[in-house]
Structures are given as C-alpha cells and as structure tokens.
C-alpha cells in the first residue's frame, strides 16, 4: 500500500503543479483533497484503523469519477467545451498550461495592431505541438483513473483483512480457540483449602 500511496502522491502533485501555472483552480481544489485523502489512507492502513481506509475508498469514487469529467471535458463529450472557463470557475480566462508548453509546441506573441485595444494585451499563437493539450490532459486523467482503480481494489482487500483480524480477536482469552460448553485441553486440578484457624 505504501508503494502505491507513494505514485499516487506523485501523480497528483505532479498533476497540482502544472493546474497551478495553469490557474485551473477546479483541478488544484480537486488535487489538493486527492493529496489529503490519500494520506489519510495511507495513516488509515498503517495505524490499522478502517474508517480510514473507508473514507478512502469513498473518496477514490468520486476522483475516478471526476478524472472521467476531465476527460469528457477535454474531449467535448455531451455538449462541454474546452473553449469555457469552466476549470477555472469563470474567474479568470486560463487555459491548460499543455495548450502552450506542449511537447513541441512553438509559442509566438502576437501584438495588436488595433489602436482600440490595450497596449499590454497580446494574442498567443502556438504551432508545432506533437501532441494536443486536449491529449495531454486525458492522458494524465486516465494514469489517476488506472493508479485510482488499483488503489480502491487494494483498500477494499485491506478493509477486509482488517475486519477478519476484528472478528477473530481473541477478547477473553480463549474464547475463539474452543467453545465454551467444552472443557479446556489444559486441565487444573483444583484442591480444597485447609482452613488455618478454628471457623465459627
């Protein structure tokens, strides 16, 4: 589980890096509580507590469900659209950061030349990518689906390990080990005792 832990802490701050310069402030909130519950997982399973491991696995649901947002939205599945603000909650008009800094992507400022417009405003034109940042962004979406998938497997096996140690925990000393309507194997020989003193 460690081991595991360790890639999904990986994958996600790697992923929390690049929705940072990005400003996609939906992903770094969504990344951000990736991080935490997967901690929380990991201290769940060595800490032997499985509520832990529960909220965990709860939680890996509703991440595999939303990566599967992502890749939809990215891929404009249902009517959504890459082109909106959505990823950003309509504060600012913030792309993915692959969009420009693409493997192989040529990224050229363009200036105005109307006089209308702001000096500092500038149009952005990228050529050259080997790989659209649609691409990109599904491909990172689908490594947390898989790492996701496996993690949510592994948990429910601990949980259920976990809860067979629980009903086989031995409480009264022997309890699980022989029923209680049949003697022991070990047998004590019980001998009555001498009174010291006259009884009245």
Same mark, same amino acid.
């Given at each position: 589980?460690?081991?595991?832990?360790?890639?999904? %802490?990986?994958?996600?701050?790697?992923? %929390?890096?690049?929705?940072?310069?990005?400003? %996609?402030?939906?992903? +770094?909130?969504?990344?951000?509580? %990736? +991080?935490?519950?997967?901690?929380?997982?990991?201290?769940?399973?060595?800490?032997?507590?499985?509520?832990?491991?529960?909220?965990?696995?709860? #939680?890996?649901?509703? #991440?595999?469900? #939303?990566?599967?947002?992502?890749?939809?939205?990215?891929?404009?599945?249902?009517?959504?659209?890459?082109?909106?603000?959505?990823?950003?909650?309509?504060?600012?008009?913030? =792309?993915? #950061?692959? =969009?420009?800094?693409?493997?192989?992507?040529?990224?050229?400022?363009? =200036?105005? /030349? /109307?006089?209308?417009?702001?000096?500092?405003?500038?149009?952005?034109?990228?050529?050259?990518?080997?790989?659209?940042?649609?691409?990109?962004?599904?491909?990172?979406?689908?490594?947390?689906?898989?790492?996701?998938?496996?993690?949510?497997?592994?948990?429910?096996?601990?949980?259920?390990?976990?809860?067979?140690?629980?009903? /086989?925990?031995?409480?009264?000393?022997?309890?699980?080990?022989?029923?209680? =309507?049949?003697?022991?194997?070990?047998?004590?020989?019980?001998?009555?005792?001498?009174?010291?003193?006259?009884?009245?």
């Amino acid at each position: 589980m460690f081991c595991l832990c360790v890639f999904l %802490q990986l994958a996600a701050l790697e992923r %929390q890096i690049f929705d940072f310069l990005g400003f %996609q402030w939906a992903p +770094i909130l969504g990344n951000f509580l %990736q +991080i935490i519950v997967v901690i929380l997982g990991l201290f769940g399973t060595i800490q032997f507590r499985p509520r832990y491991i529960v909220v965990y696995t709860v #939680w890996t649901a509703l #991440w595999v469900t #939303w990566n599967v947002f992502i890749i939809c939205f990215y891929l404009e599945v249902g009517g959504l659209s890459k082109e909106t603000d959505l990823m950003t909650f309509n504060i600012s008009m913030h =792309r993915s #950061w692959w =969009r420009e800094h693409g493997p192989g992507c040529v990224r050229r400022v363009v =200036r105005p /030349s /109307s006089p209308g417009i702001l000096e500092d405003y500038s149009y952005v034109s990228v050529t050259g990518c080997i790989i659209d940042f649609q691409y990109l962004e599904v491909i990172h979406s689908a490594i947390q689906i898989l790492l996701s998938l496996i993690g949510f497997v592994y948990a429910c096996y601990v949980i259920s390990i976990f809860m067979e140690e629980e009903d /086989s925990f031995d409480f009264i000393g022997g309890l699980d080990t022989y029923s209680y =309507r049949q003697p022991p194997q070990e047998h004590v020989e019980l001998k009555p005792v001498k009174p010291v003193g006259k009884v009245l």
